[in-house]
């Protein structure tokens, strides 16, 4: 088949989160399978600068907010992604300094709206053959609200495309004004609760609900809460209303990436069956060389990913004090995010700077240092569509310590009496959101810790674990060759 994904963005060429790691391995999957996959992105510009053989693919005018586009297609390619390129090449809207939703104070683009309908009507173009590419696809794979009116846009069109919106994080919906909605000059017939308005404003995320054949989330769990009043942000009357076309395929890990045995960034190389234990103290060591901490043998907890509510950060600011009196437990964290927690947490490093390391901002390096030299991660998420990160600790043998939520609940295996016993336990799982409940999880685990033989078991079943993309890759090809059975 011929698969076109849309996002906003792609690793390694950009990546803010979880989106971009997809985006990167869920199409390398599928062109191994032997699927014809293509990648469009916008053109932003510091993408310009890491991608090789760009070549003009075509041109096409595109109505914005109020004014019209020239818009260049570019192809290109990039040495880690076995797929062509394709970068809508629009600077006054792409190239800019910051990421790609925020400016350099953190603060969203103020023409969001802008930006990514126009990418939207871009890619529908594109699709449709409108920029004479010579290539146009069976499957338009879009992914979050950036992308959200492709499925609504190529409804205009007599096509026989299908697609497929892809829901990474419900709680980031795309709502604008309707003033916005009509300076983008959108169909009228649009402004309807059937289609992409969304109590008073228009949401994008809606319209990719309302128009695409099938709604993915990235995990199974996360597809049922979602239909939830608790975990559905709004949305769980329409997805509800569209449950006929809702599945949840979990997200995989490459691990081409993300593999001790190979890994580029850590100090010693190790798996499963050959240096596991020298490999993971020797990680350590260098891990906590990096953050000036003392060589130990005490626990060392990471964690790595944004500090906010979602992720649980709060509830890691509560306990590391108490942890810190009552146990010999250290603890390296790598992230950006709210101010508040940001600074809570340089305090702490400040009070604690023998037992605590903290880097705010985000480096692929560190990440990887963490997964390998880490003893346990600490990932207390309020909600988690999939996550990445569990599975990273995984394989790389650092028992991960979550939540019993979304993709988590799916993939970690709480080391209970009964699944020590039969040797299933992976880490350990708490349920309330709440501070006390992480401390005893924490402490459950310091507790398996101090048992060298007990906590080589729980490590050997977490590496043994496989969630590779090859199974998710084919899910999603039966999906794209599955017909809807209602609603379209």
């Given at each position: 088949?011929k698969i076109l ?16 790691d ?6 390398s ?7 014809d ?5 916008p053109a ?5 600068s890491?991608?090789?053989?760009i ?38 809207l792409?190239s800019?300094k910051?990421?790609p939703?925020?400016d350099?104070?953190g603060h969203?683009?103020?023409d ?5 309908a126009?990418?939207s009507r ?5 699709a449709?053959?409108?920029a ?5 696809p069976d ?6 609200w950036q992308?959200g009116l ?5 409804s205009q069109?007599e096509?026989?495309?299908k697609?497929?919106f892809?829901?990474?994080n ?5 709502h604008?004004s ?8 959108l169909p009228?017939?649009?402004w ?10 228009f949401?994008?995320l ?5 128009y695409?054949h ?15 009043p608790?975990?559905?942000n709004?949305y769980?009357?329409?997805l509800?209303?569209l449950?006929y ?5 979990l997200n995989?890990?490459d ?6 045995q190979t890994?580029?960034?850590?100090a010693?190389h190790?798996s499963?069956?050959?240096?596991r234990?020298v ?6 060591k260098?891990l906590?060389e990096?953050f000036d ?8 907890f990471?964690?790595?990913g944004?500090?906010v509510?979602?992720?649980g950060?709060d509830?890691?600011?509560s ?13 390296v964290l ?5 101010l508040?927690y940001?600074?809570q947490?340089q305090n702490?490093?400040k009070q604690?700077?023998?037992r ?12 990887h240092?963490?997964?390998a030299g880490a ?7 309020r ?6 990160n569990?599975?990273y600790s ?5 028992p991960?310590?979550?939540r019993?939520?979304?993709?988590l609940?799916d993939t ?5 009496d ?27 685990c310091?507790?398996v ?13 977490a590496?043994?674990?496989?969630y590779?993309?090859?199974h998710s ?8 060759k ?5 609603g379209l």
């Amino acid at each position: 088949m011929k698969i076109l994904f849309a996002a906003s963005e792609v690793y390694p060429l950009i990546k803010t989160g979880g989106l971009g790691d997809v985006m990167h391995s869920l199409p390398s999957a599928l062109a191994e399978l032997g699927d014809d996959v293509r990648i469009v992105i916008p053109a932003y510009e510091s993408v310009i600068s890491k991608v090789e053989n760009i070549v003009d693919a075509g041109e096409m005018i595109v109505q914005g907010s109020g004014r019209m586009h020239q818009v260049r297609i570019l192809q290109a390619s990039h040495e880690s992604l076995n797929m062509p390129v394709m970068l809508i090449d629009i600077p006054v809207l792409y190239s800019r300094k910051g990421n790609p939703y925020v400016d350099e104070n953190g603060h969203n683009w103020v023409d969001n709206a802008e930006r990514f309908a126009v990418f939207s009507r871009c890619v529908a173009m594109l699709a449709t053959g409108q920029a004479d590419t010579g290539w146009k696809p069976d499957v338009v794979h879009c992914n979050d609200w950036q992308t959200g009116l492709v499925p609504a846009f190529l409804s205009q069109y007599e096509t026989d495309i299908k697609t497929v919106f892809t829901i990474h994080n419900l709680s980031y919906a795309g709502h604008f004004s309707y003033a916005t909605f009509e300076q983008l000059g959108l169909p009228a017939e649009w402004w309807s609760p059937d289609s992409v308005e969304f109590y008073g404003n228009f949401s994008m995320l809606k319209a990719g609900l309302i128009y695409s054949h099938w709604i993915t989330t990235v995990s199974p769990s996360y597809a049922d809460e979602i239909c939830t009043p608790d975990g559905g942000n709004g949305y769980d009357g329409i997805l509800n209303h569209l449950s006929y076309k809702l599945i949840g395929i979990l997200n995989g890990v490459d691990y081409k990436i993300w593999n001790p045995q190979t890994d580029e960034f850590i100090a010693r190389h190790y798996s499963l069956t050959h240096q596991r234990i020298v490999g993971k103290k020797e990680n350590k060591k260098s891990l906590l060389e990096h953050f000036d901490l003392p060589d130990t043998s005490a626990p060392v907890f990471g964690f790595v990913g944004r500090m906010v509510e979602q992720k649980g950060v709060d509830l890691i600011v509560s306990v590391i004090p108490h942890l810190i009196k009552h146990t010999d437990a250290m603890f390296v964290l790598l992230g950006t995010g709210q101010l508040e927690y940001q600074q809570q947490l340089q305090n702490l490093a400040k009070q604690y700077p023998e037992r605590m390391g903290l880097s705010i901002g985000y480096s692929e390096e560190i990440a990887h240092k963490i997964e390998a030299g880490a003893d346990a991660f600490l990932m207390p998420s309020r909600f988690e569509p999939c996550g990445l990160n569990q599975m990273y600790s995984l394989k790389y043998g650092t028992p991960p310590i979550v939540r019993y939520t979304g993709g988590l609940a799916d993939t970690v295996v709480d080391a209970n009496d009964e699944t020590i016993k039969n040797k299933t336990a992976t880490g350990f799982v708490f349920n309330k959101i709440d501070a006390d409940e992480l401390l005893q999880a924490i402490n459950r685990c310091i507790n398996v810790f101090k048992k060298e033989k007990l906590w080589g078991q729980v490590c050997r079943t977490a590496m043994q674990q496989d969630y590779s993309w090859t199974h998710s890759a084919h899910e999603y090809e039966k999906l794209y060759k599955k017909q809807t059975t209602s609603g379209l």
